[in-house]
């Protein structure tokens, strides 16, 4: 549970927040007492989630807004800023995958068709940009805040059950959280990342139900179970919170110790069998 001594009040702005993840982000940001803006381009979805957090006595607003128009993503977050009077914290957590991974048909680099990549990299890569943009220029006129992206530990090695965009999408986020933090440090804008292991949310579709895939990475999971939203988001509201007031740059790694495992195996993988 999130310590409300340090989100009573504070303004908070969650992108993918009608499921997953982010639905669990603006959970525990709303019930410690932040107001929260919930961003999604899924319509229904995000104004059942600020219903549901409303009704849960939570100050909460629904946004409907697709990270990929960077237009739509200023307005958005001009928007927050000016009805709330401020923005103090933003989790920028949209992201997709959807496209199969180099064990699966028509995922090899042999096969992936450009629109593939592209659909991905658009909402997981140039998707933040435009968020980090558009809040890195409120928080730096207002002398401060806290970004919190969702990265993935696919975004910090090579991994075969994962697409190739994916992975590349998460890599690039990665160096741009740093990137970002180096600049906005001046400035009192704190940037980091939380880089989840596999959690079972509508983007990871069937995987810890479908018995070919989920055999795999369940070995590859020191603690043995795939993660759930709940194990992400208190580390999440740590890092964004002033609690974690000097640290910026960092990309901490939430997977039940599965990047820690460096006993990796070539078997199964296309070409050597
Ligand atoms: N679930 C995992 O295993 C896992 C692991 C590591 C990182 N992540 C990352 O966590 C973040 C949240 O994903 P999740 O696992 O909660 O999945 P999810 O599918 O439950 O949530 C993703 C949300 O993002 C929204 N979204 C997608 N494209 C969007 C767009 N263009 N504009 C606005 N909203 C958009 C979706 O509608 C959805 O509500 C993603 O960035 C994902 O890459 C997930």
Known sequence: MADNEHWEGRVVLVTGAASGIGLGLARGAARAGA?????????DGVRDAAYELTADGARAT????????????RRLVDHVAAASG???TA????GVNGVPSMMQPGGSL??????????????????LFH???ACARVMVAQ????????ASTAGLRAEPRVSYPYVASKSAVVGLVRQAALELAGYGVRVNAVAPGPVTTNIAGPGPRDPANAAGWQASIPMGRWGSVDDVVPT?????????????GSVHVVDGGASVLTQLTADGLPGNP
């Open 131 to 133: 968020g980090l943009q």
């Open 236 to 248: 999440a509201l740590l890092l964004a919170s002033p609690e974690s007031l000097w640290t910026t």
């Open 62 to 73: 629904a946004h409907v807004c697709d990270v990929t128009n960077g237009d739509a993503v």
């Open 35 to 43: 107001v929260v803006h919930l961003a999604d381009r899924d319509a």
């Open 143 to 150: 002398g401060g805040g806290s970004i919190l992206v969702t």
């Open 91 to 94: 989790f920028l957590n949209a």
């Open 86 to 88: 401020r923005l103090d």
């Open 110 to 127: 042999l096969d992936l068709p450009f629109e593939a990549w592209r659909r991905v990299l658009d909402v997981n890569l140039d998707g």
